[in-house]
């Protein structure tokens, strides 16, 4: 399958397993994901606190439809593969109670990733119902449900790596983020809590994406849980896709390797798709060259590859100074810079699925769907002829 040039989506029809919805639209065409929904939000008028704790806030009209409205924002700009709004919920529902095996907590985790699932279905079958009256492709798009990293939970430090501190030393970029691989799988542990396994299972998921992840104990972590759930995993048709988010082309957030990291996902049967998201769009082409490198080196070329950067853009986590207006600031490196373009770019270096992170809202995904057609029709036509 992979030594096809250009990577894509194959038309099918009907309901297949999840796990099989994802790789088996992989043929000869790249898939489109979506952008960051906190920034969609953000641009809707959602308070930036509010827009990053939304996945909490569905019981707030407002919140409710204005995640919807991104949703379909998305949907509407063509995207092969919708995320649903589960990246992470408020701390207190996360690791702090995962920690202490509050089942009560867990009970609530569920309550809220089946809300925001539900929220995402909604949206795709009014997507639908929409587009059924406009053309013939009926083809559903994908549903990914993303967890968010361990670094997720640790008070005012954003996920991202290129980001700005109060302090110009940041104390967590070190292996497991300065906490104990206990620490770490606890809260994992939570997040992969087997009713809610189930439930994605049941709600159409077609994949986990675990993004944000920048460290190689976390890694190893999220590939042993997965290991241990297998069978649940097979189950309930669930594919996985781990995500990392990188400080330079070599290393992840704290210092890892990218090579360790993603012979360790290489090695893992359960990681369906490896790739790299929230991190600075210079970086991706050696990133993903590294990652063509060890998959092969592991006998591992079946696994996908998924790339969606940020802007470029450094995120200022701290109290903003006098003058600044905004939690994000440009940088040289990606004034010039376009998502459309760059793709093009990365396909030929193995992508597989590509959307967008932070700052990346539904106009430069229109173009990045564009642009991936225009390639899908070419391979298509090179490939038949």
């Not at 960051?36 to 806030?57: C, F, I, M, R, Y």
């Not at 082409?285 to 696994?303: F, G, M, W, Y």
């Not at 600044?324 to 004034?335: G, N």
Request: aromatic content about 6%.
């Amino acid at each position: 399958m992979k030594d096809i040039d250009c990577l894509c989506v194959s038309i099918m029809s009907g309901f297949i397993p999840s796990t099989n919805n994802l790789l088996c639209r992989v043929n000869n065409r790249c898939l489109a994901l979506d952008g960051g929904v906190g920034t969609a939000l953000n641009q809707l008028g959602v308070k930036e606190n509010d827009a990053w704790n939304a996945p909490s806030l569905l019981s707030d009209p407002y919140i409710r439809e204005s995640v919807k409205s991104v949703h379909l924002s998305f949907l509407k700009c063509g995207v092969d593969i919708l995320s649903a709004n589960t990246y992470s919920f408020d701390v207190s529902v996360t690791y702090a109670d995962y920690k202490l095996k509050d089942l009560s907590s867990v009970k609530t985790h569920q309550e809220l990733v089946s809300e925001n699932l539900e929220l995402a279905n909604e949206a795709i079958d009014q997507f639908m119902v929409d587009r059924s009256t406009k053309m013939n492709n009926n083809l559903r798009p994908l549903l990914a449900m993303p967890i968010a990293s361990f670094a997720s939970t640790i008070t005012a430090r954003c996920s991202t790596a290129n980001r700005e501190l109060k302090d110009e030393v940041d104390h967590h970029r070190c292996e497991g983020y300065g906490f104990t691989a206990s620490d770490i799988r606890s809260y994992f542990e939570g997040r992969l809590n087997d009713d809610v396994l189930r439930f994605a299972g049941k709600s159409g998921v077609a994949t986990l994406a675990f993004e944000t992840v920048g460290d190689l104990l976390e890694v190893e972590i999220i590939c042993d849980i997965l290991s241990e759930k297998a069978d649940l995993l097979e189950e309930v048709g669930l594919g996985t896709w781990i995500a990392l988010t990188c400080g330079t082309s070599e290393t992840v957030d704290t210092g890892g390797s990218i090579a360790a990291c993603v012979e360790k996902m290489a090695k893992c049967p359960q990681v369906t798709c490896v790739g790299v998201n929230c991190t600075e769009p210079h970086l991706i082409t050696p990133i993903l060259e590294t990652i063509k490198r060890v998959l092969s080196d592991c006998d591992a070329e079946n696994k996908l590859i998924v790339v969606y950067p940020n802007s470029g853009e450094t995120y200022i986590s701290r109290e903003l100074k006098e003058g600044e207006t905004d939690h994000w600031k440009m940088t040289s490196a990606c004034k010039d810079w376009n998502l459309a373009n760059a793709a093009l770019e990365w396909i030929e270096s193995g992508a597989n699925i590509i959307g967008g992170c932070c700052r990346i809202n539904a106009v430069s995904i229109a173009q990045l769907v564009e642009n991936i057609k225009k390639h899908n029709r070419e391979c298509q036509s090179n490939y038949s002829s």
